[in-house]
């Protein structure tokens, strides 16, 4: 799968799994959480060698991109038959980029840590090793995407950002990157990666699709499953009000709200619901109107019968409950209202 914007193809390089792996985690999901990585679009997965023993059983090595730590791993990634490794530029002077080319033929991949490197980072850097060498450059930090204009018209290798969230930018600088035509883009789901985390698999995919209009061809209705896997997956529940799958993100309560959603979704909603596989929901509380009562009887199928008297009759019960119990009223105890009514 591609993000194709304009024209121009975008892969997507995904670090989840070696998220996942580096805590507790429930294995009996793993392997379909990891077929919907692929079909949401994922198209190359990032691993080391911890995750690389989980997950070997589970997935064809093509897939792969195997971090390299020491001269042993290029060995296991040759047996395995894997074409991509990532190599660091601090390690560098311990593995000699000639020998890997002429013993292992590996397609790799250069990260550079651009918050620890000056703005004349990559001459100093093709000083030493032919930049052109390589079958990527990955740009790690917060404002990366200013080194692609630098990089155009002076090497020809593919460019690669895998941005920090230090700063609450990832999502962002990923989405520039799209628009200024990196060739892959590094995410993770939910954004969950190391101390700061990355660009968010889920908010990258919706707003290219969303904002910019991109060609995706992938199931982003899964999204939303794929929530419920991860969270049972890592053992985490993710806020409900997250970004993009946030179990919680199209439930409206309000009476204006209720009446806006009623007239048009897109008042209050940037993309429809199903988009990520999910539904929108009318919640009752202390601020619903006679508006919301209207509107929950249509969605629960129940004949409205009532006078004016009567709805308003149920809305103080329903705002009474909802004070009382310090919560949205069910479904459930809203029927019990209206039958009482």
Same mark, same amino acid.
């Given at each position: 799968?591609?993000?194709?914007?304009?024209?121009?193809?975008?892969? &997507? =390089?995904?670090?989840?799994? !070696? @998220?996942?792996?580096?805590?507790? #985690?429930? /294995?009996? +999901?793993? %392997?379909?959480?990891? $077929?919907?990585?692929?079909?949401?679009?994922?198209?190359?997965?990032?691993?080391?060698?911890?995750?690389?023993?989980?997950?070997?059983?589970?997935?064809?090595?093509?897939?792969?991109?195997?971090?390299?730590?020491?001269?042993?791993?290029?060995?296991?990634?040759?047996?395995?038959?894997?074409?991509?490794?990532?190599?660091?530029?601090?390690?560098?002077?311990?593995?000699?980029?000639?020998?890997?080319?002429?013993?292992?033929?590996?397609? &790799? =991949?250069?990260?550079?840590? !651009? @918050?620890?490197?000056?703005?004349? #980072?990559? /001459?100093? +850097?093709? %000083?030493?090793?032919? $930049?052109?060498?390589?079958?990527?450059?990955?740009?790690?930090?917060?404002?990366?995407?200013?080194?692609?204009?630098?990089?155009?018209?002076?090497?020809?290798?593919?460019?690669?950002?895998?941005?920090?969230?230090?700063?609450?930018?990832?999502?962002?600088?990923?989405?520039?990157?799209?628009?200024?035509?990196?060739?892959?883009?590094?995410?993770?789901?939910?954004?969950?990666?190391?101390?700061?985390?990355?660009?968010?698999?889920?908010? &990258?995919?919706?707003?290219?699709?969303?904002?910019?209009?991109?060609?995706?061809?992938? /199931?982003?209705?899964?999204?939303?499953?794929?929530?419920?896997?991860?969270?049972?997956?890592?053992?985490?529940?993710?806020?409900?009000?997250?970004?993009?799958?946030?179990?919680?993100?199209?439930?409206?309560?309000?009476?204006?709200?209720?009446?806006?959603?009623?007239?048009?979704?897109?008042?209050?909603?940037?993309?429809?619901?199903?988009?990520?596989?999910?539904?929108?929901?009318?919640?009752?509380?202390?601020?619903?109107?006679?508006?919301?009562?209207?509107?929950?009887?249509?969605?629960?199928?129940?004949?409205?019968?009532?006078?004016?008297?009567?709805?308003?009759?149920?809305?103080?019960?329903?705002?009474?409950?909802?004070?009382?119990?310090?919560?949205?009223?069910?479904?459930?105890?809203?029927?019990?209202?209206?039958?009482?009514?």
């Amino acid at each position: 799968m591609s993000i194709v914007i304009n024209g121009k193809k975008s892969y &997507i =390089i995904d670090r989840t799994l !070696i @998220n996942i792996t580096e805590k507790k #985690f429930n /294995e009996n +999901i793993l %392997r379909k959480f990891i $077929i919907n990585l692929k079909r949401v679009g994922v198209d190359f997965f990032e691993i080391d060698e911890r995750t690389y023993n989980v997950v070997k059983p589970l997935m064809i090595s093509e897939a792969f991109i195997f971090r390299i730590d020491s001269f042993r791993q290029l060995e296991i990634c040759k047996a395995s038959g894997i074409e991509y490794i990532l190599i660091k530029e601090d390690i560098l002077e311990f593995i000699k980029i000639k020998d890997i080319e002429e013993t292992y033929n590996f397609k &790799i =991949i250069l990260e550079v840590n !651009i @918050n620890s490197r000056k703005s004349n #980072f990559m /001459e100093s +850097i093709n %000083r030493d090793i032919n $930049i052109n060498e390589f079958f990527s450059v990955r740009f790690k930090g917060e404002h990366n995407c200013l080194f692609y204009d630098y990089l155009q018209g002076k090497y020809k290798v593919k460019t690669n950002i895998y941005a920090s969230d230090e700063f609450s930018m990832a999502t962002a600088v990923g989405f520039q990157a799209l628009l200024k035509g990196f060739d892959y883009i590094t995410t993770a789901f939910c954004g969950k990666d190391g101390i700061h985390g990355t660009t968010a698999l889920e908010e &990258i995919l919706i707003s290219a699709k969303v904002i910019m209009h991109a060609e995706i061809n992938a /199931e982003i209705s899964l999204l939303s499953e794929m929530r419920e896997q991860y969270e049972k997956i890592t053992y985490i529940k993710l806020p409900n009000n997250k970004s993009v799958i946030g179990k919680d993100i199209f439930k409206y309560e309000s009476g204006v709200h209720v009446a806006g959603i009623e007239k048009n979704p897109v008042t209050y909603e940037p993309f429809m619901p199903e988009l990520v596989g999910m539904k929108r929901k009318l919640a009752l509380g202390k601020h619903s109107s006679k508006n919301s009562i209207n509107s929950k009887l249509k969605e629960l199928g129940i004949p409205n019968n009532f006078s004016v008297g009567e709805i308003i009759s149920i809305l103080e019960q329903v705002k009474n409950k909802s004070i009382l119990n310090k919560m949205e009223v069910s479904d459930k105890d809203f029927i019990d209202i209206c039958r009482g009514i």
